[in-house]
């Protein structure tokens, strides 16, 4: 075999590098892991769950490689290295005529998986696959010569038929036109061309008819059903799955084309190559020379010629590379910035989910994007601060409800704990152990929960599962290590902060059970949390924020002397001296103001700049002709303040 010239090894390389920036950079793998959640055990017996269905050993080393997503550098390399290896083989079956490596269409799955990679909600092993298919078809190819019997060659067919489809599932497809294509070069030289004709077929109605046969008669369990590879009601995977099909499909075509060339034709090739060189050495000296200067000029010329064509190769080949990236990029926009904030939150990474949250469209404000700001900005003590820079169309807490979507009841569980309610806690746990059975994150919560409910031999099941999960292995040895020299976790700060907060009565009826009310008393649920402990600082700024939001004056009015117990950066300046967070000044102003109240509050001030602030908005509001004129003019001075919320809410002037 003749390897690509170094230009195409240099072409190949720097190709490749610009693959791992994007997907460093633009992608950044940690969202993948986050998003998708891809679970990996060691413990004995995790390995034999996935062999009982076609596909299985496809998605199991996904999950194995998948684990190298949680890391940003390491994860960009890992997925680079899966699309070469995917190209790679494409490389070994696209050769021209004398061994060189045609580049182009070898690199074309790179920018197919490339695009995928962009679909974070997309667990399907798409790479894996891939190379399983190739790598079937390349050994194929290899033994095809070996066979000297049609025996043989079905008996081969039919081997790697049924391992690229047990192992790989979807892979069935990108194996089956090139093995049909390896069978046709077999046959080619005895067999008539309608007996060839008839022999491809056969091998590709068998291809296509051992999974639907599987599926149809329910022979095994299917993760993946073939209808699903080829249609779905989201076409951003169909196109992936179809442009790789129809790129194998091409290959194929491309080796029958090679071999009608003459690649393989041995004997004929060298005949015909000894008499050219016998007719040449009859040439005439000046015939000879004439030809050579022709030569010259013709060598020159096609010199010039091909260093141009790799001129436009080149920017064919990284126009193509930047075009998949600039699409990809923009199409997966709002997934990503979703995924960004949901993995910054669940990371604790607070500065970086605020920063994302500030990147994200107004429309892309929901349910949980809106609690996952507000959480951040509770706890680097800014919400009452900061709270109307973001829309908040909302409750600024998660519904208290079942939801099939996985990262909504990860953090409702979170929610739950953080905020005391310990038993609600292991309830969503629970319903989210049913949604996905082995996401470590699931038995994180849920080892928390007991730990905090002191059920600590509940907690070592789970714990003892997570040492056997590579990201979550330390944690959970480390949690272990602590039971076992202190069961009640005294030193465990998390622990006990949440012991402290945890209810001790049954509020049910309370919460749960009021005339008038479809869902819960958020007002009483979070107020129950106050009277456990009066310090829950988050219970005590999400009813804060709860009365604004429904721009219950008199409710905060009644909660606002709670304002000089609260601890932590939003109330006490760096030098040490009280202060009250912003949105709490405009609100009390407004309630002054609309009630004629003159009580003082201990340990709470409205600063003269807020008075002020006041003033000038009543002023641009009374001036301005109507509702949309007064929105259009007050946004940009007081667009993040309580006072244009009070005013207009979260709907935008446009």
Known sequence: MRWPAWGAYTQAALFFLAV???????????????????????????????????????????GLIAQCYAWRDWGALVLTAEIAAACALGALLVQRPHGKTRLLPALVPAL???????????????????????????????????????????????????????????????????????LWVRAAPNWPIAVRIFLCGAALAVATGLPVAVETYRLLEVRW?????????????????????????????????RVASGVSGGPAASDNAGSAEAASRRTSGRAQRSQAAGGARLGAAWRQAARLGQYAFTALLFGA????????????????????????????????????????????????????????????GRMGDEMFRFPQNGGPLLELQVNSFLPYMLHLTSMCLRLGRVNEAEHYGSEALVFR???????????????????????????????????DR?????????????????????????????????????????ANRTGPDIERLL??????????????????????????????????????????????????????PRHYQEALA???EMTGSSEKIAGVEIEPETVSRTARFKQVVARAGGKRAAMLEAREGFGDTYLYYYAFGSESPQ
């Open 321 to 380: 590379l930047a075009g998949v990236m600039g699409y990809s990029y923009q199409a997966a926009g709002r997934d990503r910035r979703l995924a960004a904030l949901d993995y910054f939150t669940w990371s604790e990474d607070w500065e970086a989910a605020v920063r994302t949250a500030e990147a994200l469209k107004p429309g892309e404000f929901n349910s949980l994007s809106r609690y996952q700001v507000n959480l951040a900005l509770h706890e680097l």
């Open 474 to 514: 330390r944690w959970a040895n480390q949690k272990l290590q602590a039971l076992q020299q202190d069961p009640q976790l005294s030193g465990d700060e998390q622990v006990q902060q949440l012991r402290r907060r945890r209810l001790q009565a049954d509020d049910m009826l309370t919460v749960w059970q009021r």
């Open 112 to 182: 197919l998986l490339l695009y995928h990679a962009n679909l974070y909600y997309d667990a399907a092993p798409v790479r894996i696959a891939l190379v399983i298919g190739l790598g079937c078809a390349v050994a194929f190819g290899r033994l095809m010569p070996s066979a000297n019997r049609p025996a043989a060659w079905f008996g081969l067919f039919a081997v790697f038929l049924a391992a690229s489809y047990y192992s790989g599932g979807t892979a069935l497809v990108f194996f089956a036109p090139l093995a049909a294509c390896a």
């Open 225 to 257: 059903p073939a209808a699903s590879w080829f249609w779905s009601s989201d076409m951003s995977p169909v196109v992936v799955f179809w442009g790789l099909s129809l790129w194998a499909a091409a290959v194929a075509g491309m080796s029958l084309r």
């Open 590 to 592: 407004l309630f002054i």
């Open 437 to 471: 059975k082995t996401d470590p994150r699931v038995y994180r919560l849920l080892a928390l929960t007991y730990l905090v409910k002191g059920q600590t031999e509940a907690a070592r099941k789970f714990l003892t599962v997570l040492s056997y999960s590579p990201p």
């Open 527 to 580: 107020l129950n949390l106050l009277e456990r402990d009066s310090s829950n600082r988050m219970a005590f700024e999400f009813l804060m924020g709860y009365y604004l939001l429904n721009r219950d004056l008199q409710g905060f009015r009644g909660l606002a002397p709670r304002i000089a117990e609260m601890a932590g950066p939003g109330y006490v300046r760096p030098s040490g001296v009280r202060r009250t």
């Open 20 to 62: 791992f920036i994007y997907l460093r950079n633009g992608i950044d793998p940690r969202l993948i892991y986050h998003w998708q959640g891809p679970a990996f055990y060691t413990y004995p017996g995790f390995a034999g769950e996935f062999l009982r269905y076609p596909g299985g050993v496809a998605d199991y080393l996904y």
